[in-house]
């Protein structure tokens, strides 16, 4: 089956361009191993069209069998799609071995030190706490609550969050409007589909924003727009013409910026001249260290303003519980959706949460987590001050990460990665390119841990 | 501003004919109440154009001030959109303030005999057995293990999961091409979305099918098509063009057939020969109680079989953890989709089972509930037997429902929901229309309640 063929190397002139053979091996067995690999890097993207086999044989100067055995054992594996009479496709993919991971550069378990700037201390989790609200809330429930209950959440932990982001965050919430999530990204998944339905098509984010966010919402089928900001926040009068938009008014993620009284105003204006929809992502804004005591956006306008926040940052990701506080116009649209997709959280974890709210527990954990980041914080402004004397540190004295502008970010963020330390670029959230810098977390490392990590990341820049 | 009108009662002749004014209150008051109610009932649909001020004013004989009023009430309660210069559309929703609940009829809570025929019973869910795995796993987590960790699921449980369902039924399961869900329903949404994206268009059910499952799929984006059963299960000849198919051949919801030894190898022939997907929802499959013991689907076909199951007939929906053992080219995709939509399920919870697992917690629970359920079928089947000695009881002896083909469905229904018994009827999860009948779940009632529960139907029947 196998021919000898001429020339030493062979080079494809057809789709399949760069395919090269030699007499290293069976011929087959060659094709078969780079086309995998050009699948695999998705040079050969899903869905495409391979060339026939009479062509790709042509193509190389092989004879057809050895095309068709390479395309055969291709199909075995699932990497290609043979179709009768038509060209074969490359299969929905063949990166099946490959490892999927939230953490997108190295596990965190791996982290030598944490810098994340979107993570709490996870030593912090009052897991005594937690444990005693699981037992206390499983203990008072009625057989009936072990099933699927409302799509929109339990009224009991919707009643405790209601009362809680009122007090705490100044939203104008009642448990009518307050609907439960897997997280705040699943509130945007949500929104971003029920807008799509009724007929939005373009939604805003802020440039830069946090890359979970964008990739949620473009998720959510809802086409997903830059819009600038600057040192007031979200340039409103860029805006144009979407019919939403997301943005965290009181701590912008990465840049720390906080939008301005004059842009508050406006945007709410905005929103509500042409009925559109104001999505307010509170991801840190319950950590404040300044006098900056802007309450939530939400309350100058709760029918035009939605208000999204989530156990991540007060609490630990693993919890997976979030919660939007909705005009009155969202709440059914959004309940039938999450009946639609049967994505209730579980009701056991939001009865613990509630519990957590109702004794107090989670006022006392943010009040300790709040006094250790508020150290932390001060540490690690020195410590830049100190090994970085000519960056810029910007951001308002709130949530868990200062932005840091310095040069070569690309570079020393590599670096670091290499010498495990976890840690975000400025560009790695931006739609377009940003000033070069990091976003450093202070919540997850101990203030000694803080320190060597910026010594070592000062000693990784002047390499 | 309110004029009286001439006639007693001025029906609409334009677009929203039927609306009706009378003396007994102010027009404004009863244009914006009828209007209401329309939007409420969705006699008009989100979208839909209302008729101009002037219009409907000259319709009903009034004063343009009279509906001018009233639309702007509407409109501040969020019913209806105004445009300057443009027909009024009626807003997204204006249903904000009905509750939505997965429960159908009436809160389970309220229930005065419990026939669902796709719950467990949850006075039997091992509150202490999993507390207690709630209270180990989280000992033995480590800080990272609280972050966000794989979206594919805890390594940990995937471990657990897989080689239980290896022992129980049968599946060819390791844990990499385990993944974890927000249940049985939340991986049949990622597994739609995921074929959707890949170019499939068209995804077989089989008729009937429960209705959750038809419209999770349908949520989506794939289009969802009823596939004809008899008594040997799917008409694997009638599957047409669909991409993939979704069957429970080891218990249809709601007919019970299981599917025939040919059939299933018909189907995954099917499968095979134009690379589409089966897959095979196992929602009752673990409580066998007579001589029937095929294994899944999946181990004759590992490749173009998607295993899917969840906690919730196993232990409780309120776990909300369901499953799925995925072809190995699926994986990456799923994965892939789960990290775009950030719907991680909660890794405590993750924990918790996995632990529960381990420790054979979960295999005790189950063969409790399996005897509990065994001895309730019987009494079941001897109640019919005795007060409809008639009907056809069909279904094999598997899961926790039996159906039962008894003339008057709706009519019956409807007054054993008058009188608080949860059920369910064939027709409700039908595609097209099927034989009248119920559908009676055994598993969540006691003996006596299901005989009572029984004897009353006997008497509604005949009412």
Chains 1, 2 share one sequence.
Not at 289 to 297: Q, R, T
Not at 346 to 372: C, K, N, P, T, V
């Amino acid at each position: 089956m196998v021919l000898s063929i001429e020339p030493v190397s062979a080079l494809s002139t057809g789709p399949l361009l760069g395919l090269g053979l030699d007499r290293s091996g069976p011929l087959a067995a060659q094709v078969e191993e780079q086309v995998r690999a050009l699948i695999r890097s998705r040079a050969l993207e899903p869905g495409a069209r391979l060339p026939s086999t009479r062509a790709l044989a042509s193509d190389l100067g092989v004879s057809r069998g050895v095309v068709v055995s390479a395309y055969a054992q291709l199909a075995a594996e699932g990497f290609i799609r043979l179709r009768p009479g038509a060209a074969p496709l490359v299969a929905v993919t063949g990166r099946a071995a490959e490892p999927v991971a939230y953490e997108p550069e190295f596990p965190l378990v791996r982290a030598r030190y944490n810098l994340r700037p979107d993570l709490p201390d996870l030593g912090l989790f009052p897991r005594a706490d937690w444990l005693r609200s699981c037992r206390r809330s499983l203990a008072g429930a009625a057989n009936a609550d072990l099933s699927y209950g409302d799509p929109f959440g339990a009224i009991r932990l919707r009643s405790q969050l209601a009362s809680f982001l009122v007090r705490t965050r100044g939203v104008l919430a009642d448990a009518d409007r307050t609907g439960i999530f897997s997280g705040a990204t699943h509130a945007l998944l949500v929104l971003g589909a029920v807008l799509r339905a009724a007929g939005a098509v373009r939604m805003g984010v802020e440039d830069p924003c946090h890359r979970w966010r964008t990739r949620v919402l473009a998720a959510s089928g809802i086409e997903v727009v830059g819009i600038p900001t600057d040192e007031h926040g979200l340039r409103v009068d860029a805006l144009g013409d979407v019919d939403a938009v997301l943005v965290s008014p009181d701590h912008n993620f990465p840049t720390g910026v906080v939008l301005s009284p004059d842009r508050r105003s406006a945007l709410v204006d905005w929103a509500a001249a042409g009925d559109r929809l104001v999505i307010e992502d509170d991801h840190d804004g319950h950590f404040r260290y300044g006098g900056i005591h802007a309450g939530a956006l939400q309350a100058l306008a709760p029918e035009h303003v939605a208000y999204v926040g989530s156990a991540s940052a007060l609490l630990a990701p693993a919890v997976r519980l979030g919660w939007a506080v909705l005009p009155a116009r969202l709440v059914a649209p959004v309940a039938d959706r999450l009946f639609s997709t049967a994505l209730a959280t579980s009701r056991l974890m939001q009865f613990a949460l509630a519990e957590m709210i109702e004794r107090g527990y989670l006022d006392r954990h943010l009040r300790r987590s709040h006094a250790a980041y508020k150290r932390r914080r001060a540490v690690l402004l020195r410590s830049l001050a100190r090994h970085f004397p000519d960056a810029q540190v910007g951001g308002a004295p709130i949530g868990l990460f200062v932005p840091v502008r310095i040069a070569g970010e690309a570079r020393l963020l590599q670096r670091a990665r290499k010498r495990w330390i976890a840690l975000d670029g400025l560009n790695e959230h931006g739609l377009t390119p940003q000033p070069s810098g990091l976003v450093l977390g202070f919540a997850a490392a101990p203030e000694a841990a803080l320190r060597r990590a910026v010594g070592l990341l000062k000693i990784l820049a002047a390499e």
